[in-house]
């Protein structure tokens, strides 16, 4: 039943992730980036981790996807002026840097040698994957990280905001 799950998921994720690359309506793109990171969730649960999967549907499918919808709808991709042509332009680079990133993927993957990993002595905690514990090295150890991420998102927020007052 968990491969059939697993399968399933994947394979959703799998389209919709191509779908969202795919798609020639903005909007539509975002859409099928929800269903992929939908399914990335419940791919989560099969793995038997809740918290992540809640996280995953709650921050990214909720509040990054909302903020992406928002900003969509205020810089109005659907305008005459933005459905000028630019696609030849940028075919190249596009092609060019998608070729240098399968490239990159696929000499990292020929590196990867599992064995060469490091084997933890007396296994993991019990208590590595508890919320608690989660939240403490969250706002102990990498807060500073945290702010910077909240930051980043505040000043994008303000700079959609800078974009769309210029337009109108």
Known sequence: METLIFYLFGGIALLAAVSVVAQKNVFYSALSLILCLGSVAVLFLALEAPFIAAVQVIVYAGAIMVLF???????????????????????????ALGLVALVVMFT????????ALPVVAGGIPADAASVSRLGQLLFTRFLVPFEATSILILVAIMGVVVLARKRS
């Not at 990292?108 to 064995?115: F, G, I, K, S, T």
């Open 69 to 95: 919808l928002f900003v969509i709808m205020i810089l109005d991709p659907f305008s005459a002026a933005a459905a000028r042509d630019k696609r030849k332009r940028l075919t190249c680079l596009a092609a």
């Open 108 to 115: 990292l993957m020929r590196a990867y040698d599992p064995a």
